[in-house]
């Protein structure tokens, strides 16, 4: 209510001062028109005093009527002093005055509005964007964190997979090292056992040898393979001649050196020793 009143203010004083001017310019009026109705009656009577036939049969037509005394100059009321009245000029430059006045509130109050409104706008823009970047901020910082979090997840699923490759060609390696060096000892065992065998075979055949009585019907070249049973001491429980190029003389000699061997020698060791050995059987000649 109290921005209404002000805007109205200057319309209201606009009014006020219309209306003075309007009352003086009355005033005025009235008192020209008093001075002038007097005038004219001050004439009548000077001319009645003058035409004294005129006032005889005035006389005769109707009773006289009392003329009242003129008054004196003394006690003539005399006329209020008319105030100034204002020139038109300045009528015009008071009346430019408030009407400059009135339209530069108005303009201020407009422009008041207008930076009202303008500033509630920038208020309202600069929240809307400041929501806006926090939000553009957030969304990121979110991003960030997803993709440092996947960076990490990739990171470790890389390492994992590494050591697993790392791992399982630790153990194809280590196995196959493992297993290399199995068949080198079983090989490297291999040739030993079969060197020990064959000294073994070898010790064998000599005793055998040194028992066997050659027969008369022995031949040079003689070569014959003889199947041995033995027990754990070497004591010979049966010898049988498989395959012989001699007689049957031969065959027998062969059998009955085998026995006189007894007990064979035992093996360079006792993991070679074996129940049925075969034996061949090529004496020097």
Same mark, same amino acid.
């Given at each position: 209510?109290?921005?209404?009143?002000?805007?109205?203010?200057?319309?209201?004083?606009?009014?006020? &001062?219309?209306?003075?001017?309007?009352?003086?310019?009355?005033?005025?009026?009235?008192?020209?028109?008093?001075?002038?109705?007097?005038?004219?009656? *001050?004439?009548?009577?000077?001319?009645?005093? *003058?035409?004294?036939?005129?006032?005889?049969?005035?006389?005769?037509?109707?009773?006289?009527?009392?003329?009242?005394?003129?008054?004196?100059?003394?006690?003539?009321?005399?006329?209020?002093?008319?105030?100034?009245?204002?020139?038109?000029?300045?009528?015009?430059?008071?009346?430019?005055?408030? =009407?400059?006045?009135?339209?530069? +509130?108005?303009?201020?109050?407009?422009?008041?509005?207008?930076?009202?409104? &303008?500033?509630?706008?920038?208020?309202?823009?600069?929240?809307?964007?400041?929501?806006?970047?926090?939000?553009?901020?957030?969304?990121?910082a979110r991003r960030m964190k997803d993709e440092l979090e996947a960076e990490d997840r990739r990171r470790q699923e890389d390492a994992r997979i590494r050591a697993e490759r790392e791992a399982a060609l630790q153990r194809a390696l280590t196995e196959e090292l493992a297993a290399t060096q199995a068949a080198e000892a079983r090989r490297v065992a291999a040739a030993r056992a079969a060197s020990l065998s064959a000294q073994w075979a070898a010790a064998i055949q000599a005793?055998?040898?040194?028992?066997?009585?050659?027969?008369?019907?022995? +031949?040079?070249?003689?070569?014959?393979?003889?199947?041995?049973? =033995?027990?754990?001491?070497?004591?010979?429980?049966?010898?049988?001649?498989?395959?012989?190029?001699?007689?049957?003389?031969?065959?027998?000699?062969?059998?009955?050196?085998?026995?006189?061997?007894?007990?064979?020698?035992?093996?360079?060791?006792?993991?070679? @020793?074996?129940?049925?050995?075969?034996?061949? @059987?090529?004496?020097?000649?």
């Amino acid at each position: 209510m109290s921005g209404v009143t002000s805007r109205l203010r200057p319309y209201f004083l606009s009014i006020a &001062l219309h209306a003075a001017l309007v009352g003086v310019i009355v005033v005025l009026g009235l008192q020209n028109w008093r001075t002038e109705s007097e005038v004219p009656q *001050v004439m009548a009577i000077e001319a009645v005093a *003058v035409d004294a036939n005129e006032l005889a049969r005035l006389a005769r037509r109707a009773p006289p009527k009392k003329v009242e005394p003129e008054p004196t100059p003394e006690s003539a009321l005399e006329p209020e002093p008319e105030p100034p009245r204002p020139a038109p000029v300045e009528n015009a430059r008071r009346e430019k005055e408030v =009407q400059a006045l009135n339209e530069a +509130q108005i303009r201020k109050e407009t422009q008041a509005r207008k930076d009202a409104t &303008l500033k509630a706008e920038r208020a309202r823009l600069e929240e809307r964007a400041r929501v806006q970047e926090q939000a553009r901020r957030e969304a990121e910082a979110r991003r960030m964190k997803d993709e440092l979090e996947a960076e990490d997840r990739r990171r470790q699923e890389d390492a994992r997979i590494r050591a697993e490759r790392e791992a399982a060609l630790q153990r194809a390696l280590t196995e196959e090292l493992a297993a290399t060096q199995a068949a080198e000892a079983r090989r490297v065992a291999a040739a030993r056992a079969a060197s020990l065998s064959a000294q073994w075979a070898a010790a064998i055949q000599a005793r055998v040898q040194r028992a066997w009585i050659r027969p008369p019907s022995a +031949q040079a070249g003689l070569d014959c393979r003889v199947s041995v049973i =033995q027990a754990a001491g070497g004591t010979v429980i049966r010898a049988e001649v498989k395959e012989c190029n001699g007689d049957e003389a031969v065959r027998q000699s062969l059998e009955a050196a085998v026995f006189r061997a007894s007990p064979l020698p035992p093996p360079p060791e006792p993991s070679l @020793f074996e129940r049925n050995i075969e034996l061949r @059987f090529r004496p020097n000649d």
